[in-house]
């Protein structure tokens, strides 16, 4: 079974000067292809270090795909390193050179003679062009294993993976199996429970596998099907995501690459609503998402952020009374201005936030205490208390997540009780 | 001499699904201590091919960073394998069992049983305290070697590194070199642009170093001076400074961990001035990152997110003949915007955004126009355009940032006036 390693070369990335996105490029990729990553590797501009990586590398994987040292500048070594270690010669290459000296035509720049050095291949490599850059890729096959050579910028990079990397890794590759995922979006349940709910399910598969990932307040399971037939792929794929629906289907909103936001704007296009915000604890932050998403216009026209008591009394009427004896941080202050707002810009629903983000307590509530206000014409206000941790961004952050999933679930239950 | 390896686990990372931005944090972090990092390594949630990680590690490093794996979860096993590995055993940490039962409480939630695994912790280690999360870390000194475990979300792993892991390692460093570092901040100037005006200054200067970085339409310079007295590192910074700010002073904002929100609240402070805004292109993001900002209540009292016409003209008063001869996205509106989000809300300072984010153009102007008006007490309105390139967040992004810069210009200008 073939299996593959990522080595990235650049003190850059040793420096925390650039982040790795390609080996999470590159895994994705190899993903899709159905080849396992089991390692990736960092190492510096230093020949050494780097012929002490090929070497553990080629003790555990037999793809070693490496990224960057393929500049013109001195500390650019990584395929003399490997001409070195596999006893290679470098040999210029006419089509890499042609395309390099067109390069600099093209953008009226002189070329210097380190530049011929990008020319340079490995003799008895494969050639991967380069469309957007200097530096050709290659791949060499020996001694049972495959050695790619891809260079640093992503934008040269990725395009010459997908265009001509992959092929050359699928041709080599025997297994005849298709690879599906589906990712299962969950909201208003944690990692750890949902774990629970469900291990025995974990547990009994190994085809399709099933794999939880926590982020930002969200979970997503991540069910990966193998099988030569890609239509019995997906349906072993239906048939878990029923089994885990049937457990835990009430948290599911969404698959794949899709957002809270995202559905929001789409379940009140389906039912032709418009909504609004009053945000006092949120500052601006719930409209900011929903107005990310592009084509949200014809769903909502606007809002106000009512940071202060003057703002809500003055441009959202909630009543003195209100500001004085419940406080900002109330229910009936979230009721007061999820309901105001909306009849103030005309919307069918409107949602508020009131409470403490920290990093001090408020009126005597301490830091994490959330009101949600849902107003939609025609039904009873509603408001969700919450208790959140985290830090002021994180509880700004969560809010603004459990007000979308809160209307989201309004949509879903006013739809159901038609 | 010291030198760190940083391991990150997790097979999310060796799916693509996530980039490795915990091994950037925490190498530019070792970098600013000094410690050289040599390799970084990137391992699945299998307690086999971690163990290899860790013995190849420990063949080329004496300070081993881990981070990930060491959640509620059974495929979370990082501390368990190093346990297994160093013959040591996994002890419950009361403090730790008790800040994870108050976590419980203080957000309302059930506590399951394999949440109680995250305070088991490694016998005779130095434990890091998770004020974001619940999973502590801890420091292991043994045969030679430190062991440093972290956690693998970025905001527990962040603070908990900053907060107490640097001190841990710190302490073992054994150069009695001081390693002294100045971010100099700057906005409304490019990479390229501002390393030609500096250039010869870069290329003389090898202590300090000068290390230019670009991210989010903001470039940093970042100046790090060595030497045994901490005092004459600091004046050695302050020459370097001065130079460079005899070039480009114009351009630079602050230093090291401020931001442009966190200046423009400062500058307000001091000239008890407030501020308010009028977001129809950005949506609520001004706002948004304004109140991102504790304490800023005493200067911002809310504002209007007027992403439609109708909001524009029945809230904010746009007149309709502005609407329809010179258009939302307009100079004029502009003004109507700032200068009526000022007087609504009462504030001495109205800022206002209107543009096309895209991703199609708007009244036949192009995506990335922006109008960006600024209006103050006593002094003329005043309007820039901006022509920004990019997706429609980068666009709203930068948006926002001119805003704030514009307005922290004016501030200082008026400044200099009296």
Excluded: W
């Excluded at 070594?77 to 093209?106: C, G, W």
């Excluded at 085809?207 to 997503?220: C, K, M, Q, S, Y």
């Excluded at 099907?225 to 029923?242: F, P, Y």
């Amino acid at each position: 079974m073939k299996n593959a390693e990522i080595i990235a070369v650049g003190s850059e990335l040793l420096l925390g000067q650039i982040v790795n996105t390609n080996a999470k490029f590159i895994s994705q990729q190899l993903a899709e292809l159905g080849i396992n990553v089991y390692f990736h590797t960092v190492v510096g501009d230093n020949p050494d270090r780097l012929l002490s990586a090929i070497k553990t590398a080629e003790g555990r994987a037999n793809i070693i795909i490496f990224t960057g040292g393929l500049g013109p500048t001195k500390d650019d070594l990584t395929k003399e390193t490997i001409a070195r270690h596999l006893s290679k010669n470098l040999v210029m290459d006419p089509q890499a050179l042609e395309s390099i000296e067109q390069y600099f035509a093209r953008t009226n720049r002189v070329m210097t003679e380190n530049n011929r050095k990008q020319a340079l291949v490995l003799e008895g490599s494969h050639i991967l062009p380069n469309d957007h850059g200097m530096a050709p890729g290659m791949v060499l096959e020996m001694n049972g294993n495959t050695y790619m050579l891809l260079p640093g910028p992503p934008k040269e990079m990725e395009p010459m993976f997908r265009q001509y990397g992959c092929q050359a890794l699928v041709s080599k590759e025997t297994a005849n199996e298709k690879i599906v995922s589906r990712v299962l979006r969950f909201f208003g349940i944690g990692e750890a429970a949902l774990e629970t709910e469900i291990i025995d399910i974990i547990d009994a598969q190994s085809n399709p596998t099933i794999a939880p990932l926590a982020g930002d307040g969200e979970v997503t399971l991540r069910l990966t099907a193998k099988h030569v037939d890609e239509d019995v792929a997906q349906s072993m794929l239906d048939e878990v995501e029923k089994a885990i629906s049937q457990r835990v289907g009430q948290y599911i909103y969404g698959y794949d690459h899709t957002s809270l936001f995202a559905e929001l704007t789409k379940g009140l296009k389906e039912r032709n609503l418009t909504i609004t915000a009053a945000e006092s604890l949120t500052g601006g932050l719930f409209q900011k998402e929903l107005t990310s998403i592009a084509g949200v216009s014809s769903v909502y026209k606007g809002g106000v952020v009512c940071y202060s008591n003057e703002v809500k009394h003055n441009i959202l009427q909630v009543r003195q009374e209100t500001l004085e004896n419940d406080g900002a941080v109330s229910e009936q202050c979230a009721i007061e201005l999820a309901e105001n707002t909306a009849s103030l810009v005309g919307a069918a629903i409107g949602i508020s936030f009131t409470g403490v983000a920290g990093p001090d307590e408020l009126e005597g509530k301490p830091v994490g205490t959330v009101y949600i206000g849902i107003a939609s014409k025609g039904r009873p206000t509603i408001v969700e208390k919450l208790t959140l941790g985290g830090t002021r961004e994180a509880i700004r952050n969560r809010a603004v997540k459990y007000g979308c999933y809160f209307v989201l679930k309004t949509l879903k239950d006013s739809q159901n009780a038609n």
